[in-house]
């Protein structure tokens, strides 16, 4: 008779079943005494064996409460090691609303994991890591949509779509976790207790099912505007193409302690395979900002700041 493996780390993680989510849980759940958690929308997401999965719906602030309960019903005590805030998603337009009423790329991006990172951020263990995934896009140096301002109000309940409205939603978002993360970091039990608050940017990566562009819509990108980023990515190497698999390998690092940023760096930005960390872009390190959409962000999701 085989002995149950003991449990040495527990990992929580969203955006697990696709994309740079699967690579990095490949690499993760490859530990026997690793518990990993998983919140998943629908029914027949394939992950690793021994990975359990959770419903979650993140266009649902119901469900992320329900999923974070039952988060801590499954651990009974035991203290989660890692939070990976992996999941996102992008659409052409502004249309979208969650159950909730607010914007749908604002909600399931930041206001989703906002929610779950105040609800499990107390039931973390000592040393613990919280990561949020974000992206390049949320510097105007790097890609000319990348919010100027940041009205939190707006982004959840925008009024009109334009040009590029989509783009525009992601960047912001992605923006705003960031922005999360820099507040998390200065939470005094999250100081106290040794847990490390990181954004990470996996950059620009193929294969990840993004967004909800048709066929027609995957053939212009495939034909087109990836040729293009080839051509870009000669001068910018943000513009660079990367596999989900090196993306993936990355997280898992983070999530695993294994890859540390230097002391007052919360950034980690993949760039042409490489870890680094820049500064991220002057908005997402301004206080005031960081502090309103906190306060902001709070409100929506029915919490005291």
């Known amino acids: 008779m085989t002995d149950t493996p003991q449990?040495?780390?527990?990992?929580?993680?969203?955006?697990?079943?696709?994309?740079?989510?699967?690579?990095?849980v490949q690499e993760i759940a490859r530990d026997p005494g690793t518990l990993v958690l998983v919140g998943a929308r629908g029914t027949g997401r394939t992950v690793p064996a021994g990975?359990?999965?959770?419903?979650?719906?993140?266009?649902?602030?119901?469900?992320v409460?329900?999923?974070?309960?039952?988060?801590?019903r499954r651990l009974g005590g035991t203290p989660i090691d890692a939070l990976v805030l992996n999941a996102g998603?992008?659409?052409?337009?502004?249309?979208?609303?969650?159950?909730?009423?607010?914007?749908?790329?604002?909600?399931?991006?930041h206001l989703a994991h906002y929610l779950l990172a105040r609800l499990l951020t107390p039931h973390l263990a000592d040393d613990a890591r919280i990561i949020l995934t974000t992206s390049d896009t949320h510097d105007p140096a790097i890609t000319p949509l990348a919010p100027k301002t940041l009205d939190?109000?707006?982004?959840?309940?925008?009024?009109?779509?334009?040009?590029?409205?989509?783009m525009r939603a992601y960047a912001a978002s992605k923006l705003c976790n960031l922005l999360t993360v820099r507040s998390l970091a200065e939470l005094p039990e999250v100081r106290e207790r040794g847990i490390r608050a990181l954004a990470?940017?996996?950059?620009?990566?193929?294969?990840?099912?993004?967004?909800?562009?048709?066929?027609?819509a995957k053939?212009?990108?495939?034909?087109?505007?990836?040729?293009?980023?080839?051509?870009?990515?000669?001068?910018?190497?943000?513009?660079?193409?990367?596999?989900?698999?090196?993306?993936?390998?990355?997280?898992a690092q983070l999530a695993a302690g294994t890859v540390t940023p230097p002391a007052g760096h919360?950034?980690?930005?993949?760039?042409?395979?490489?870890?680094?960390?820049?500064?991220?872009?002057?908005?997402?390190?301004?206080?005031?900002?960081?502090?309103?959409l906190w306060r902001q962000s709070a409100s929506m999701v029915g919490l005291a700041p």
């Open 89 to 109: 998603t992008q659409s052409r337009s502004l249309d979208g609303r969650t159950a909730d009423g607010f914007e749908t790329t604002f909600a399931v991006n």
């Open 266 to 292: 919360v950034y980690v930005s993949l760039v042409k395979g490489d870890i680094t960390y820049p500064e991220p872009a002057p908005l997402a390190r301004d206080d005031e900002v960081r502090d309103d």
């Open 51 to 63: 990975v359990e999965t959770l419903p979650l719906d993140l266009a649902s602030l119901g469900s």
């Open 219 to 251: 053939r212009f990108m495939t034909l087109v505007v990836f040729p293009v980023f080839r051509i870009v990515g000669r001068f910018k190497p943000a513009y660079v193409m990367g596999p989900p698999e090196r993306a993936g390998q990355v997280l």
């Open 7 to 24: 449990i040495a780390r527990v990992v929580v993680m969203t955006g697990a079943t696709s994309g740079i989510g699967a690579a990095a």
């Open 200 to 216: 990470y940017n996996p950059g620009l990566t193929g294969g990840t099912n993004l967004g909800d562009a048709g066929p027609g």
């Open 152 to 166: 939190p109000q707006a982004r959840a309940h925008p009024p009109t779509s334009g040009f590029g409205a989509g």
């Open 65 to 72: 409460r329900e999923f974070a309960d039952a988060v801590l």
